[in-house]
């Protein structure tokens, strides 16, 4: 249901970073196709 | 710092003044990164922006600057009635135990002493009347109106005093962008800021400047040119703007947590017998001048992101009973750490406090990313000190020092609410070392653990995080 599916990750240094929600996402079957992390101070 | 060190004495750096300043530059926030490119992008905010503008009484009212320059405590801030932003203090002054408010004018007469390229020019009338008893340093530049209306038409910033224009900023080189006005604005932003708390760091003491023999610059600026973007070294221009005759300087950078870097850095200086008195200092960031204004103006706030935090910390050798930087302590965040909140607290609290022999639960106060939720929370940044704290607290929760249901009381009992300008390096841990000293002397607190964190994915360089951390305590046998 999810292979393939397309997703833009953006995490949050003091949350989850990006890299790691593009992790889990990858690994659910989608695909990642930007991450990144921001900092919103 | 190794983890593999094995040795259990303490190392400790005697902390002999920390002195902070807030420069209230209501008519620079139009010149904040984000009002720059939204202003641009949308002229209808030129009208809107200058009505939410706070005047220097405000400023100085506001309860979290009264907190940032001493005259109230992190704990008494939890108990005032919000919003902050209209529950003005009664009665504040620009002057606190450890900190003081500058004005706009003050911070223009600054900026004028410290020009040595004839990059900023006032109004002579105007400067006559409202800036010239500041006067310090340089003699100022001025001229008539007609040339200051002449110098902004030519490409000069526009310097404003409310609606009345009294000065030009030029560039200091027709083509490099790194020379560029509102660059070096910026930089020069940053050297003022920084000297005046430096000088009232100094003056506090009692001793000259000429003692000092090494400036560590961790500001957030970057000075150079062309050919050497970011190339540095304000600590030095800062230095002899203050008169610090005798001294060297570098700079240390590290996003936000570049403070505690320099603290290390300084610290070590010290402890090596390389330099007996070091400066470190950090002057104020023009760039995040309004830099949630938006959600301000949104929420019919006041634009509160409108001052320039520095601050000034003098290190030497430890003194008996001093209240100390504990070097053995200091931790680094290392690339092997993974990013996760979780790990920045192992490695940033837990791992560090393991080599003292101690545990979470026996430091009396954190001091870690102490951003004023007012300022924050409006644009949906979130309160940023309650999640630093109620990660430290969970961390607790899992090696079994408190329970699940004691979350709360360990982020009241250890922690503080968030009152520092959004300012980047500044609320990073180091705004909190005035109150920290305070309460070490008073026997309020034994020790507290100062962690910042520095967002280095925003560089491109890396997708890394990154942090610093140290305990301050007494130097008690």
Not at chain 2, 137 to 163: H, Q
Not at chain 2, 186 to 204: D, I, Q
Not at chain 2, 454 to 462: E, K
């Amino acid at each position: 249901m999810v292979k393939g599916k397309k997703i833009i990750a953006i995490g949050e240094r003091d949350g989850v970073p990006g890299p790691v929600i593009a992790e889990c996402l990858e690994g659910a079957g989608y695909e990642v196709v930007f991450q990144v992390t921001e900092c919103f101070v | 710092m190794s983890e593999t060190r094995s040795n259990s004495r303490p190392v400790r750096v005697g902390i002999e003044a920390v002195f902070y300043s807030l420069a209230h530059v209501p008519d620079l926030v139009r010149y904040g990164s984000k009002p720059l490119r939204e202003l641009r992008a949308g002229p209808g905010l030129n009208e809107k922006l200058p009505r939410q503008l706070r005047d220097f009484s405000a400023a100085t009212a506001y309860a979290p600057h009264q907190v940032y320059i001493g005259n109230i405590s992190p704990e008494q801030l939890r108990e005032l009635p919000k919003p902050w932003y209209e529950k003005l203090i009664d009665g504040a002054t620009a002057q606190g135990r450890f900190g003081e408010l500058v004005d706009q004018n003050r911070f223009y007469a600054l900026l004028a002493g410290a020009d040595q390229f004839d990059l900023v020019k006032f109004e002579e009338q105007w400067f006559k009347q409202h800036a010239a008893l500041f006067s310090c340093g340089r003699a100022p530049r001025l001229c008539s109106l007609p040339e200051i209306k002449a110098r902004c038409a030519e490409g000069a910033l526009a310097l404003y005093s409310g609606e009345q224009l009294v000065g030009a900023f030029e560039s200091g080189h027709a083509e490099d962008a790194n020379l560029s006005a509102d660059v070096l604005l910026e930089n020069l932003s940053a050297k003022v800021t920084a000297g005046h708390s430096l000088r009232l760091a100094l003056s506090g003491l009692g001793i000259d400047p000429g003692e000092i023999d090494y400036v560590i610059s961790c500001s957030e600026e970057a000075v150079g040119d062309r050919y050497n973007r970011g190339g540095g070294n304000l600590a030095k221009a800062i230095a002899e703007d203050v008169g610090c005759i005798n001294a060297a300087g570098s700079d240390v950078k590290a996003f936000c947590a570049g403070p505690m870097y320099a603290m290390v850095h300084g610290a070590s200086l010290i402890y090596s017998g390389v330099a007996r008195k070091v400066a470190v200092v950090a002057g104020g960031s023009l760039a995040k001048l309004g830099m949630k204004f938006e959600s301000h103006l949104k929420n019919n706030m006041p634009v509160l992101e409108d001052v320039l935090g520095s601050f000034a910390v003098i290190l030497a050798s430890a003194k008996p009973n001093q209240t100390c930087m504990r070097l053995d302590s200091a931790a680094f965040h290392p690339v092997r750490a993974g990013a996760s909140p979780q790990a920045m607290a192992e490695y940033l609290a837990e791992r560090p406090l393991a080599k003292m022999g101690m545990k979470l639960t026996d430091v009396d106060r954190y001091g870690v990313e102490l951003h004023n939720p007012e300022i924050t929370v409006p644009s949906g940044s979130g309160d940023v000190p309650r999640t630093n704290y109620l990660t430290l607290a969970a961390l607790a929760v899992m090696r079994g020092l408190i329970g699940k249901n004691q979350m709360q009381d360990f982020v009241h009992a250890r922690g503080m609410v968030g009152y520092a300008p959004t300012q980047g390096h500044i609320p990073s841990a180091i705004v909190y070392l005035g109150h920290a000293l305070q309460a070490l002397k008073s026997g309020t607190i034994r020790n507290a653990l100062l962690i910042a964190k520095g967002s280095l994915f925003l560089g491109r360089m890396t997708q890394l995080s990154d942090g610093c951390s140290f305990l301050v305590d007494r130097n008690e046998p």
